[in-house]
């Protein structure tokens, strides 16, 4: 079987995760075009998978016009940037791995799902944790019927104090006007997710969330007028310090996440000039941010069964979420990496590592990034999407879940998605 030839649509961090899969794969996939308007970014990747000179575009529009000469796309593009080139490329004939969110609307989620269908196409969205070693055993003793059915589940994304404060309060996550609600653009993940494990429709749901923490109103007092950490006399007492946080990482020798977020050239010189004057150093009861710093969605499922899940600011960093299933014969307790499962008749309890807990050995998301990809290339060379776990109906089913929960959290209702 000939190689499944790839386009890579935005060869950013994702574009280019997804894009070196292909380098260890080279009889299953081929990249054979990329479409990057920042030039280093174009020609490092370019370099790296030997993509003739021919075949680079600096913007998805130029790829587009052309005839079709890849087999599929990976859009990973920006979230805003989603619908377009997905839309036009599927009416190429091109199959899409697409990023999620699908698009930061759902009008244009509707809109890519209709013109899929219309074309006919393969359609994989970023859901990576759905093919997680974790998920698939977590599967596999759901569906063997151990636990008995499913009744309901409790999840838990523990973002971590110091995680929230870089990325929601201080970075590009902080501001709807510039991103998007929390819940889309940190737990599209969850709801999707949810739905998989609980194998039913949604029928209705109901949300609460607030901006409780972050605000100028919760400020110190000792804090005073300071605008910037290091300028603070609090800022040896405060759990949200930016010096201690990036300065102590670098002081251990990391240089990477979130460090290189603050500058390029992650030296201390170069991390305190930033933290004087920019915004990863400004204080987080002074940022422009205004998404929730905690949020509950609560879920009828068909059937009566229930499930609940919470998103805060206010944790520990975790590895990945928390999450409990309550069956009628046993329950299970898993953390993204081990499973604990209780059977009710025997009292037993068994605990299970599946095997996800390095990602120098899976990947990025807990192998899930690698294991997307592999399904994806599969379902393209099979013309099949039998090898992937949600389709463009479930998909925009639980991008509805997300969407119909903030409507439910503004309005103060309880949302029937039935009707
Ligand atoms: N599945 C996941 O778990 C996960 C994790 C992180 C991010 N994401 C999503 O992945 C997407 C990409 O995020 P990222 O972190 O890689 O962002 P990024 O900024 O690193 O990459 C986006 C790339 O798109 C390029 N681009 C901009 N305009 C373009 C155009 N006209 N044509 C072609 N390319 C263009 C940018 O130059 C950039 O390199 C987002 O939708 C994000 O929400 C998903």
């Known amino acids: 079987m000939k190689p499944v030839r790839l386009l890579i649509i935005g060869a950013g961090d994702r574009g280019s995760t997804y894009a070196r899969w292909a380098i260890g794969q080279p009889e299953r996939a081929r990249v054979v075009g990329i479409a990057e308007p920042v030039e280093a970014r174009r020609t490092r990747l370019a370099a790296d998978l030997g993509v003739s000179a021919d075949r680079l575009f600096t913007d998805w529009r130029e790829a587009a016009a052309r005839d079709r000469f890849a087999d599929a796309a990976v859009v990973a593009t920006l979230d805003d940037q989603h619908a377009e080139p997905a839309l036009a490329l599927a009416e190429k004939g091109y199959h899409l791995l697409l990023e999620k969110p699908m698009a930061p609307r759902e009008a244009d989620c509707e809109r890519i799902v209709a013109g899929v269908k219309r074309a006919g196409v393969l359609l994989a969205v970023g859901h990576v944790l759905l093919y997680t070693p974790f998920t698939r055993r977590l599967r596999e003793v759901v569906d063997s019927g151990r636990v008995g059915e499913i009744v309901s589940l409790d999840r838990l994304e523990a973002v971590g104090w110091w995680h929230y404060a870089h990325s929601y309060v201080r ?62 006399s609090f800022e040896p007492q405060c759990p949200y310090s930016a010096p201690r946080l990036y300065l102590t990482m670098l002081g251990l020798g990391w240089q990477g996440w979130p460090v ?86 025997t009292s037993q309890t068994e605990e299970i590592d599946t095997g996800s807990a390095d990602p120098a050995q899976v990947g990025g998301h807990g192998g899930g990034d690698l294991a997307l990809m592999d399904a994806f290339v599969s379902a393209v060379a099979q013309n099949s999407p039998t090898p992937l776990l949600s389709g463009p109906d479930e998909t925009l089913e639980s991008h509805r879940m997300v969407f119909a929960a903030e409507r439910a959290r503004r309005e103060h209702r309880v949302i029937d998605l039935l009707r």
């Open 171 to 232: 970075g590009n996550w902080r501001n709807e006007s510039t991103s998007s609600f929390l819940l889309l653009t940190k737990a599209c993940h969850d709801l999707d997710w949810i739905r998989y494990v609980m194998g039913e429709r949604c029928e209705s749901l109901a949300s609460f969330g607030s901006l409780r923490h972050f605000r100028r109103d919760q400020k110190p007092a000792a804090a005073g007028d300071a605008r910037h950490c290091l300028e603070c």
């Open 260 to 345: 290189s977020v603050v500058t390029d050239d992650p030296t201390e010189e170069n991390v305190r000039a930033a933290l004087s004057t920019g915004r990863y150093g400004r204080c987080v009861y002074e940022s422009d941010n205004d998404v929730v710093d905690n949020q509950v969605v609560i879920l009828r499922f068909a059937g009566g069964k229930t499930a609940s899940f919470t998103v805060t600011a206010f944790s520990e960093y975790a590895f990945d979420r928390k999450t409990r299933l309550f069956g009628t014969r046993g329950c299970i307790e898993g953390d993204g990496v081990k499973l604990r499962v209780t059977d009710f008749v």
